[in-house]
């Protein structure tokens, strides 16, 4: 192949839309890679780069990090592997959410979703949350975020799922077969984080603890917010989303 080849086939493959199984989960230890890919955070800060190990190999950290020796080359091993494995780190995430239906509407074709389920102009929504610092062992992750939220460049509305009424009476077979009374769907929302804003470090002196921010808001109360384009929103039947009932193409 030469190489002019090969290079439009890579240009073709990075421009194909990714497949629902290309999202990855929005876990911490993902999210923390995402961090690093879009250089949200200084590596040469051996605070930050501690609580990034903390939260992707917590156990080489409760391992190593009592040695002072042993830990500094530990430090130099991570950075060496995010340099070599950076490229790989996720920017493509699905979030699961429940929906649930709202009685058929024969005239538009359309189960429509409940008034406590509809997308009515939602800019961001949070992918990721824990009520308090998560922690490895005994040690606090304080200065590196525990809430993520998506911001959208285009506001998203969902308001029901437009379905034949062939295939709406199917679904609510399926839904009596499962026992699904509530007539819940399961949506899966794919994103794709286009950017992120750097945290940085301010010296607060005077002996206080150093404070990290982005946007002007503390990183450990406020979480950490990120631009992204919704791709798609899929629709299942079933929890584990493997019977596919309807795909949303903003």
């Known amino acids: 192949m030469s ?6 086939l890579l240009c073709l493959l990075l421009a194909l839309p990714a497949r629902a199984d290309d999202y990855a989960a929005p876990t911490l230890a993902n999210l923390a890679h995402t961090l690093v890919r879009f250089g949200a955070f200084d590596l040469t800060d051996d605070n930050l780069l501690d609580q990034y190990a903390m939260i992707t ?3 080489i950290y409760q ?8 830990w500094q080359r530990v430090r130099k091993l991570i950075r060496q592997d995010i340099k070599l494995n950076i490229g790989s780190y996720p920017i ?3 979030y699961d959410a429940e929906m649930q239906l709202d009685r058929y509407d024969f005239r538009q074709h359309v189960f429509h979703f409940t008034p406590k389920t509809v997308v009515g102009s939602v800019n961001a ?5 824990t009520e308090d610092a998560p922690t490895c062992g005994t040690a606090k992750i304080a200065d590196l975020p525990h809430i993520y939220r998506a911001v959208f460049d285009v506001p998203v509305t969902l308001e029901g799922l437009p ?3 062939a295939d709406a009476q199917a679904l609510l077979k399926q839904m009596d077969k499962d026992k699904n009374r509530d007539r819940i769907v399961y949506a899966q929302f794919n994103l794709r984080i286009v950017y992120i804003e750097p945290i940085h470090r301010v010296a607060t002196g005077g002996g206080a603890p150093v ?3 982005q946007a002007g808001q503390t990183v450990d109360t406020h979480g950490i917010q990120f631009a ?4 798609s929103v899929d629709f299942y039947e079933d929890p584990a989303r493997t019977r596919l009932i309807y795909t949303y193409k903003p």
């Open 63 to 70: 391992r190593f990090y009592g040695n002072d020796f042993q």
């Open 228 to 231: 992204a384009r919704l791709d």
């Open 211 to 213: 404070k990290y921010l």
């Open 92 to 94: 493509d995430y699905g």
């Open 3 to 8: 190489k002019r080849l090969g290079l439009l």
């Open 57 to 59: 190999d917590c156990d």
């Open 163 to 165: 379905l034949a009424p």
């Open 125 to 129: 929504i949070t992918i990721y949350q």
